[in-house]
Structure formats: structure tokens, C-alpha cells
């Protein structure tokens, strides 16, 4: 079956940094558009990058110019590289594969001194 596997979360100073990763199996990676979500506390699950099987990437406005998402498909990984973190980056942070068929269990950032 299918799995997404997140690591790389944890607590970070405002202004720091982290790379997320995720690491799938069971499908064919490099067919598969890959996207990072996150969700904060009462809050909606939000978009916050996409790259598409061709490389095609966008991001949402809140983490433009801050955050970069890029994929190794020799290594079935997606990496989220994030900068400048802020406070309200906090959440829990999902891996999506296909569109959105497929999800990750999460992984949390916690932005705070």
C-alpha cells in the first residue's frame, strides 16, 4: 500500500530554520504530483506547496519566499526547506501524494522562543 512518511519537525526560535522530508513508497513517485498541508491548532487544513510531476510549483502567500518545496524522485522524497520561520507557522505539517489521495501521518513545527 501506499505510505508517506514525515520527519523533520520539531521546535524552532522564530527566524530559524527546518527541512521537512517525506519519504513514499508503494507508488510511482515520479508520476505523482507531491504537496505539503498544514493545519494549526482550530483551524483549516491549509495548501502550502505543490510541485507537480513536471516540476511545476506554487506556493501559498503566506510562505512565499520563505519556503521551498523540491522533489528527488531517484529517492521517492519530497523536501519542505523552510526559512524565516514565524510563529504562525506552527501546525502540524501533511505530505500529500496524487493530488491529495494520499496522506501522510504528520509531522509537527512548533515556532516559538
Known amino acids: 500500500q501506499v505510505q508517506l512518511v514525515e520527519s523533520g519537525g520539531g521546535l524552532v526560535q522564530p527566524g530559524g530554520s527546518l527541512r521537512l522530508s517525506c519519504a513514499a513508497s508503494?507508488?510511482?513517485?515520479?508520476?505523482?504530483?507531491m504537496g505539503w498541508y498544514r493545519q494549526a491548532p482550530g483551524k483549516e487544513r491549509e495548501l502550502v506547496a505543490h510541485?507537480?510531476?513536471?516540476?511545476?510549483?506554487n506556493y501559498a502567500n503566506s510562505v512565499l519566499g520563505r519556503f521551498a518545496i523540491s522533489r528527488h524522485n531517484a529517492k521517492n522524497t519530497v523536501y519542505l526547506q523552510m526559512t524565516s520561520l514565524k510563529p504562525e507557522d506552527t501546525a502540524v505539517y501533511y505530505c500529500?501524494?496524487?493530488?491529495?489521495?494520499?496522506w501522510g501521518q504528520g509531522t509537527q513545527v512548533t515556532v516559538s522562543s
Open positions: 500529500t501524494a496524487g493530488g491529495g489521495r494520499y
Open positions: 508503494g507508488l510511482i513517485f515520479s508520476a505523482n504530483a
Open positions: 510541485i507537480s510531476r513536471g516540476f511545476s510549483i
